[in-house]
């Protein structure tokens, strides 16, 4: 390619790369508007100014990615709490309960649960929960409270315990679904986390609901 | 100055333009991939613990795929190309150092090999062993560098948003 460029002088370089700079600048100008209006136009896109962590925003040593990393990396113990134990810990701190899977088949076999006053809540997204929640779970994506507070909200205000759950392990999604209900006025000692999640749920060989809430469709994992 | 392209720097120039392209549309892809799972993308970002206030994670996330997007738009339009390639090296080189960073705090936790290390690096295409990841960036590095030195200017909408003597012949 070098036959193509012509011999230059270095006021010519300077230039050069004065334009090409300035070319550099106008891309990132133009990339950053085009980048802010994509996302205020995308129906997924984020809000700015929203917290989506309410609990803690940055956790380095335990973040939930890095203990997901290490779990899949081995089966060798972890130099640092269990997800479960540092759920509990957090759990603790906001003044909320965490749950083992024999509590939650307890609550979800109550007769109280038919009549509203137990009621779950699953913090996973749409994608999810439409693939198997448990049964009679309301959904609650917490990145996106607003599109299922109607539903939600009047279903907690009126249960006395409310079990929410994500995907067990390092998620942490039930929590903020939680401290989401709690912001909105909630009681927090009506508020319950199920660590194990779904995975334990459907480990275990208790049904799951397919498809909207109440839909009928239900199965066992195993099947 | 006008001197006939030989038929060895004319295969090197369509081979420009299948890197430009190239590039474009894997920072196309794997900015849409972000950009179509935002919280996905928000959740990953938080790892790496370099922001602490939620305005600038939010805007991180929320930005910085679409801006992806859009460089990769440029480059398959051939639309300041120089400019784009350098603005993707610039990119490029702190999300390296960064990712690079994460898998060496990963490797020190599990006390494995650096190239063991598998993780969804929040860069597109899901979960990737370090060493791959590294190799990719490189190779991202070098067509990004191969067209900041002025090649692939065929087919290009328009290569330089001021052209000069140097690149006005872009349409050639």
């Avoid at chain 1, 891309?27 to 984020?46: H, K």
């Avoid at chain 2, 928000?42 to 929320?62: C, E, F, G, P, T």
Wanted: one cysteine or more; proline letters at 6%.
């Amino acid at each position: 390619m070098k036959d193509h460029l012509p011999e230059s002088t270095a006021p010519d370089r300077r230039h050069s790369t004065g334009r090409l700079w300035l070319e550099v600048l106008i891309v990132a100008l133009a990339g950053a508007v085009f980048a802010f209006a994509a996302n205020g136009i995308s129906p997924r896109g984020l809000m700015l100014a929203r917290n989506y962590f309410p609990a803690q925003i940055n956790r380095p040593a335990t973040a939930p990615g890095t203990i997901a990393v290490l779990r899949d990396l081995t089966k060798a113990s972890l130099p640092v709490l269990s997800p479960v134990e540092l759920l509990a810990v957090r759990l603790k701190e906001q003044g909320m309960q965490l749950l083992d899977g024999g509590q939650v088949k307890q609550l979800f076999q109550d007769p109280q649960f038919k009549t509203g006053n137990i009621v779950f809540v699953d913090a996973r997204d749409e994608t999810h929960y439409h693939e198997g929640h448990i049964p009679g779970a309301y959904e609650f994506d917490p990145y996106y409270p607003e599109k299922y507070f109607t539903n939600v909200f009047p279903a907690c205000q009126a249960a006395k315990q409310i079990v929410v759950y994500c995907n067990g392990g390092d998620c942490d999604d039930s929590e903020s679904a939680a401290l989401t209900l709690r912001d909105v006025g909630i009681p927090v000692s009506r508020l319950f986390i199920y660590g194990g999640g779904i995975p334990e749920w459907t480990t275990n060989g208790w049904p799951v609901e397919i498809g909207a809430r109440n839909s009928g469709s239900l199965r066992r994992p195993n099947q | 100055m006008n001197t006939k392209p030989t038929p060895l720097s004319r295969v090197a120039d369509n081979f420009a333009v299948l890197a430009r392209w190239l590039l474009g549309a894997a920072f196309l892809y794997l900015g849409l991939n972000k950009a179509l799972h935002p919280v996905e993308f928000l959740k990953l970002i938080r790892q790496y613990d370099i922001v602490q206030d939620h305005l600038w994670l939010n805007s991180i996330a929320a930005a910085l795929p679409w801006f992806e997007v859009f460089c990769g738009l440029l480059l398959l339009a051939g639309v300041a190309v120089r400019g784009t390639a350098l603005m993707l090296i610039l990119m490029l080189v702190p999300f390296t150092v960064l990712v690079f960073r994460r898998a060496l705090a990963i490797k020190s936790a599990m006390a494995i090999a650096f190239c063991a290390v598998k993780f969804d690096c929040g860069c597109g295409n899901g979960e990737v062993y370090i060493c791959h990841k590294l190799l990719e960036n490189l190779w991202w590095l070098i067509l990004a560098g191969w067209l900041l030195a002025g090649t692939g200017q065929k087919f290009c909408l328009r290569y330089s948003l001021m052209p000069s003597s140097t690149t006005n012949r872009s349409m050639e």
